[in-house]
């Protein structure tokens, strides 16, 4: 008898346990189905109802931006408190010509897990040898005649130079439809012809500058506004140089926040690998370096009013006249939040963003 009545607590015991344990999963699951999945459009519509009540917070200038959290939409009340904040969440905002254009990002792929960044996919893969991603004198910079750097962006292919201070990533122009340009054509009074002004930014803005300010507007069905806002300002080196007498100092002349630039004769120097390559030999910076494509850089020749430094594919780092038609390969830089998608950065895999 006593054994029956034993094994009947028993019974009981594990009944109400399991009971116990399913009353548990069920509240959990009532909780968790409480919680309101976020989407876009929610987001979005959160997003321009804080900056109507918070205008001051709206970027100034054009092409700023700024952006907004899902946790600072919940805790000022634009969203409800009962919203599932397991995927970060977040809306940027640019001033485009006066503009606010608005674009929502969810950070997490269909299954809800968290994406990656392309910073952190890139800096994964960082090498000591052979083309690839190198850390150099404080900073990450990509190097050899063809490391796996190619961005699918705009429409067109790109290719990161490197991560600047900030970890935003630049990037240059590399596909096929390229403009050739004078670096500046105007009328210099040294020569008494229009063989050009070097200076990058005077008075007035030389040829090169005019156009790569222009770029978003020759081609606005690529350069929507939700791909503008993955971009950020950058400071270009606009230093003039004179190689043969060591004035070397690309960035000895700055100008901030700029949207476009053209690449320094630094740049291309620090993306060979050829152990001879140095900014006082530059000819043998060909080798070895994926950045080797004929062009303008951004730097003048200090030793006149009326050249400047371009890259020749066979001789390296020359001068010209600054009326001459060469190709102008834009920089733009990423926003270091921007999301990886896929892609190996192979030319016929190149790295995908959203």
Known sequence: MKDLLENKLMRITIGALIII??????????????????????????????????????????????????????????????????????????????????????????????????????????????????????????????????????????????????????????????????????????????????????????????????????????FTPIRISKLTTHRACVGKLDLDKKIVNSCSKTLDNQMFSAITVKDYVNASLDQNCSINNTITCQNYNFLNLPGWTANAYSGNTYSAYYIDADEGIQISDTYTNKAVRPIITLKKDVLYVSGTGEKLDPFMIR
């Open 21 to 222: 344990i399913l009353l548990i999963i069920i509240i959990a699951l009532v909780v968790k189905g409480g919680a309101k999945a976020i989407n876009e459009n929610s987001l979005l519509n959160a997003a321009k109802a804080y900056y109507s009540a918070n205008s001051n917070l709206l970027p100034k200038n054009n092409y700023d931006s700024t952006s907004v959290s899902l946790a600072t939409l919940i805790s000022t009340g634009y969203i409800s408190s009962k919203t599932d904040m397991t995927c970060p969440a977040y809306v940027t905002v640019v001033n485009i010509n006066g503009t606010y254009e608005y674009s929502p990002t969810i950070a997490c792929d269909g299954k809800g897990i968290k994406s990656s960044t392309l910073v952190s996919k890139i800096a994964a893969n960082r090498v000591t040898s052979g083309s690839g991603l190198y850390y150099k004198d404080g900073e990450y910079i990509y190097r050899g005649e063809n490391p796996n750097n190619y961005v699918k962006f705009a429409e067109s292919l790109w290719r990161i130079i490197g991560l600047d201070e900030n970890n935003n990533i630049k990037m240059i122009y590399s596909d096929l439809n390229l403009e050739y340009q004078p670096w500046d054509d105007r009328y210099n009074k040294d020569t008494q012809s229009q063989k050009g002004i070097n200076e990058y930014l005077g008075n007035e803005k030389s040829r090169i500058k005019e156009y790569l300010d222009n770029f978003f507007t020759f081609d606005t069905d690529k």
